[in-house]
């Protein structure tokens, strides 16, 4: 009796937190655990963010951006193949602990960019699958451990949360790069600092997440069925294809801003991504309790609408300041959809299966670029021959692509019981 109630106390987090194994957020969620886990996370998305001049590293070691196009969308599965097993062991281990090892093993990655002198060969494949299958885990164990420490009509809010850290990162990653890459400044010694800088963001990102770890323990074992007979049971199959689509729409400014830039003879793109993270954690912010007052559908519909927008609104881009207003509103979706996806992607499973759901969820925006960044890649080298408007071209393609996704998840999805209570 006495083992079964401390086993009731322990929550797959390892914290104890009452006999549901949740925290009342109003009271005790946003702690010192939390905060900790804030700056962990805000951390290695600053470091993540400096790479947004990772084109410019692949273009001085001979690779063009049907190379980078291709190294990206290579280096996406090593994602893919390690998240469920992430999943699985975050369910089985401990969000905290997978989260700690994937911290580490991204900085090895980082540290192996910084010896790569080539973009062609093998090893900058292998480094780039390291890189995105350890964020993989970093990013699926954070959102995993501080969901579980919230009740579940509460769990797009904490994710929202969370996930302004990573405005906060992607706000200034992205001008600290175009800062060291200034007055043109493209050279070995520009990507040295820029991959050093991110090395040492990823390790102070692993002793805080060393801090707020400390103390946890290993989840209770139970047996447990097959990952994927899981995933068959509980996945929302259109809201998952929907989830490829947005990750898409997330990573392609990430890929190809720079390259665009170079096109068309704008200095850096630290602007839009200052005006893209500044916008997402305003909305963020602001919205954070609409998901559990009024479902989460609307708000998918909304950002996919917006996401297509800003798409749009990048076709008369031509000067630096003009990016300001796909990034406007790319930011505003970009906040309200992550959270809102995944808590309607994570939803239809149990609880005790959150690793696996919150894994596969972001499964499906690693497919999203992993499909669309070789297409890219592919689209410009042959629209380059053709045309100078290559570009012109690309972000109408993606728009149309965008609208058909939004009209077909907005017509075929089923509101959920709180979007009928609202209404």
């Not at 390892?14 to 925290?23: M, R, T």
């Not at 060969?121 to 699926?140: H, Y």
């Not at 899981?230 to 190809?256: K, R």
Request: proline content about 4%; hydrophobic content about 50%.
């Amino acid at each position: 009796m006495a083992s079964t109630e401390i086993s009731n106390q322990i929550s797959e987090t390892g914290f104890a937190q009452g006999n549901s194994g949740e925290v009342d957020l109003e009271h005790h969620g946003y702690d010192r655990i939390f905060w900790l886990a804030y700056l962990s996370n805000g951390l290695t998305t600053l470091a993540n963010g400096m790479l947004v001049r990772y084109a410019d590293f692949v273009h001085l070691y001979g690779g063009d951006e049907l190379q980078l196009g291709l190294i990206v969308g290579c280096g996406m599965v090593g994602s893919i193949i390690f998240r469920m097993a992430q999943g699985e062991a975050v369910d089985r281990y401990g969000a905290s602990r997978v989260w700690l090892w994937s911290i580490a093993i991204y900085s090895l990655s980082l540290l192996a960019h910084l010896m790569l002198t080539s973009a062609n060969g093998p090893a900058v494949f292998i480094a780039r699958a390291v890189m995105q299958a350890s964020l993989a885990g970093v990013f699926s164990s954070s959102i995993t451990f501080v969901a579980l420490r919230a009740r579940p009509e509460r769990m797009a809010e904490v994710v929202g949360t969370l996930g302004t850290s990573g405005f906060i990162g992607l706000m200034i990653g992205p001008v600290i790069s175009d800062w060291l890459g200034r007055d043109g400044n493209v050279g070995p010694q520009m990507v040295q600092q820029m991959f050093g800088t991110a090395l040492s963001l990823a390790v102070a990102s692993t002793f805080a997440m060393w801090l707020g770890s400390h103390g946890s323990t290993v989840p209770i074992r139970h047996a447990r069925p097959k990952p994927w007979s899981v995933v068959w049971q509980y996945q929302p199959w259109l809201l998952s294809i929907t989830a490829a689509a947005m990750g898409a729409g997330f990573s392609i400014p990430m890929i190809f801003l720079r390259p665009f830039a170079i096109e068309t003879n704008m200095n850096g793109v630290g602007l839009f991504f200052f005006v893209y993270a500044s916008t997402g954690f305003i909305t963020r912010i602001a919205s954070r309790s609409l998901f559990a007052r009024y479902g989460n559908r609307p708000w998918i519909c909304l950002g996919l609408g917006l996401l297509t927008l800003s798409y749009v609104s990048f076709i008369p881009v031509s000067q630096a300041w003009h990016l300001v207003i796909p990034a406007f509103i790319a930011g505003a979706a970009h906040a309200l959809l992550f959270p809102s996806v995944m808590s309607e992607g994570t939803r239809a499973f149990p609880r005790k299966y959150l690793g696996v759901a919150t894994a596969l969820t972001l499964t499906m925006f690693d497919i999203g670029t992993f499909i669309s960044a070789p297409l890219i890649g592919w689209f410009l080298d042959i629209a380059k021959v053709h045309t100078n408007n290559a570009y012109t071209w690309l972000f109408c393609a993606i728009a149309v692509l965008f609208a058909i996704t939004t009209v077909v998840y907005c017509t075929k999805s089923s509101p959920t019981i709180a979007e009928a209570n609202a209404s």
